[in-house]
């Protein structure tokens, strides 16, 4: 039996199957899980007895399944179609992205929202900035693929695959939604002496990957032409991605964040913009005080907020915007003086976005888009 489906991206009409549980539109490869009610028959032969204990198992089964914390829709049985760019740089347009959640399930400090940032980031791009599934590259420990598993070994790859070959008029996108840490840094790279890391699901094994080698991966390649905006959801991300120039909110101007020693950390011509959860020595919180239902990164799901509201936003507003609905949650979250973020890490946490650049710019005057 077969119902019509209309998709809800690019408004293509067409026909699928009632048993088929993931339906992809032909026209823009968006994923539609199928809610077709589906008919459950019995056995054959009138032996009903039999299967009775199968029948209460698998109804056991969907209780247990209703009962877990939600997830992001659909993200879990994502499949890649076959011009996935894991296979193919040569043929994907100018807008690619790489999205990465690691929840670290089998870990003791495992986080329960960096899927459901993850699913958030891949609709807002597709959606507000005409983004396509095979132009990106979702790793999550759901992935079938065991490529697209957050591993180090595969986040490295999918740094690589991202910039590949960029050209003048390439937007690229890194979002990374996990664990942040610091470790002490002996080049002499850092103001503050500690190189900042992000944590691969098998970090502890592998070891993390350091803000000097995402620079050198990503952000030295960039070519005249090409723009590189990467969005970390982490602790301790403020300058991950080594940039020569952050921004500081407060004094409303520019900062140096060039090596101490002397080295240059520029693009190949092309201009980088991250904006991170938090200052190198803050963290960020993993949440529900924005959504009732579900776990989110404080930056991920305010920044997307503040977007969809305003697609039009510069980065000073966006950034102000951010900050300021961290600020309210932490006072409405106020429970003996201790508000959300204190709650979760101790006392007198702050966390405040922090915007770095490849080179200085308006940032009241130039709109935020990715």
Not at 30 to 35: A, D, E, F, G, Y
Not at 111 to 134: A, C, P, S, W
Not at 208 to 214: F, L, Q, W
């Given at each position: 039996m077969e119902i019509k489906i209309i998709c809800h991206r690019c408004k293509q009409k067409f026909s699928a199957s009632t048993t088929t549980e993931i339906i992809v539109?032909?026209?823009?490869?968006?994923?539609?899980?199928?809610?077709?009610?589906?008919?459950?028959?019995?056995?054959?032969g009138g032996d009903y007895g039999s299967s009775i204990p199968s029948l209460i198992g698998n109804l056991l089964k969907k209780l247990c399944h209703a009962l877990k914390p939600a997830t992001a829709p659909g993200l879990s049985s994502f499949v890649y179609p076959k011009s996935c760019g894991l296979d193919n740089v040569g043929a994907l347009g100018n807008k690619r992205a790489v999205l990465c959640?690691?929840?670290?399930?089998?870990?003791?400090?495992?986080?329960?929202?960096?899927?459901?940032?993850?699913?958030?980031?891949?609709?807002?791009?597709?959606?507000?900035?005409?983004?396509?599934?095979?132009?990106m590259l979702i790793l999550t420990e759901e992935q079938p693929d065991a490529r697209l598993i957050p591993t180090k070994a595969n986040i490295q790859s999918s740094l690589k695959w991202l910039v590949k070959d960029c050209r003048s008029g390439d937007s690229l996108v890194f979002y990374y939604s996990g664990h942040g840490l610091r470790q002490p840094d002996f080049v002499g790279d850092e103001i503050d002496g500690f190189d900042e890391t992000i944590c691969p699901v098998d970090f502890l094994k592998?070891?993390?990957?350091?803000?000097?080698?995402?620079y050198a991966t990503i952000v030295q390649p960039l070519t005249e032409g090409v723009r590189l905006h990467a969005i970390v959801d982490a602790c301790h991300s403020g300058t991950i991605?080594?940039?020569?120039?952050?921004?500081?909110?407060?004094?409303?101007?520019?900062?140096?964040?060039?090596?101490?020693?002397?080295?240059?950390?520029?693009?190949?011509?092309?201009?980088?913009?991250?904006?991170?959860?938090?200052?190198?020595?803050?963290?960020?919180?993993?949440?529900?005080?924005f959504s009732?239902?579900?776990?989110?990164?404080?930056?991920?799901?305010?920044?997307?907020?503040?977007?969809?509201?305003?697609?039009?936003?510069?980065?000073?507003?966006?950034?102000e915007r951010i900050e300021e609905r961290i600020v309210k949650a932490n006072e409405r979250g106020c429970v003996g003086g201790s508000g959300i973020l204190s709650r979760i890490f101790g006392p007198n946490i702050t966390q405040k976005p922090l915007l770095s650049a490849s080179e200085q710019f308006d940032v009241y005057g130039t709109q935020f888009k990715l």
């Open positions: 539109c032909p026209q823009c490869r968006t994923v539609i899980p199928n809610r077709a009610p589906r008919k459950q028959s019995l056995p054959s959640g690691v929840s670290y399930k089998k870990w003791k400090y495992k986080l329960k929202g960096t899927i459901n940032d993850v699913f958030n980031m891949r609709e807002l791009l597709i959606q507000y900035y005409e983004y396509r599934d095979e132009n592998e070891g993390m990957i350091v803000d000097n080698e995402i991605l080594d940039l020569e120039h952050y921004y500081d909110n407060e004094e409303q101007q520019w900062k140096d964040n060039k090596p101490p020693s002397g080295a240059r950390k520029q693009t190949s011509g092309g201009k980088a913009y991250c904006i991170s959860a938090c200052e190198d020595d803050q963290v960020a919180a993993d949440t529900t005080a009732s239902k579900t776990m989110n990164g404080a930056l991920t799901y305010i920044l997307i907020e503040v977007v969809k509201a305003n697609p039009n936003v510069t980065y000073g507003d966006l950034l």
